[in-house]
């Protein structure tokens, strides 16, 4: 979401938005929690982990989750289960960013 809003902010002040890029730059001002530099951080550490993929680190860093249960809902589509101690980790990396 960070990169998007950069994205459409720079836009915006090249020229006119359209009326879908104009709803989706509300949108990410609402609720992006992190600039689009600490978020490709995030997801760098979060991919030296080694069992978090881009997809993942990416929804991880786009939600910001503050809760082992919304670690959790992440990764629920993936086939293997994560661990407390990885979701503590995951954890401990995102409050970094806060």
């Known amino acids: ?8 902010t720079e ?3 090249e020229g ?4 879908e890029q104009k709803l989706a730059l509300e ?3 609402k609720f992006s929690r992190t600039d689009s530099k600490k978020a490709k951080k ?3 550490e979060l991919l030296e ?3 978090v993929s881009e997809i993942n680190a990416v929804k991880i860093a786009d939600l910001m989750p503050a809760a082992a249960d919304d670690v959790r809902l992440i990764f629920s589509k993936e086939r293997a289960s994560v661990d407390k101690k990885d979701i503590e980790k995951v954890l401990s990396i995102v409050e970094k960013y806060l």
Do not use: P, Y
Request: charged share 30%; hydrophobic share 45%.
């Open 1 to 8: 979401m960070s990169e998007v809003k950069d994205i459409l």
């Open 11 to 13: 836009r915006q002040e």
């Open 16 to 19: 006119e938005l359209t009326a």
């Open 27 to 29: 949108h990410v001002q």
């Open 42 to 44: 995030l997801v760098k």
């Open 49 to 51: 982990l080694g069992f």
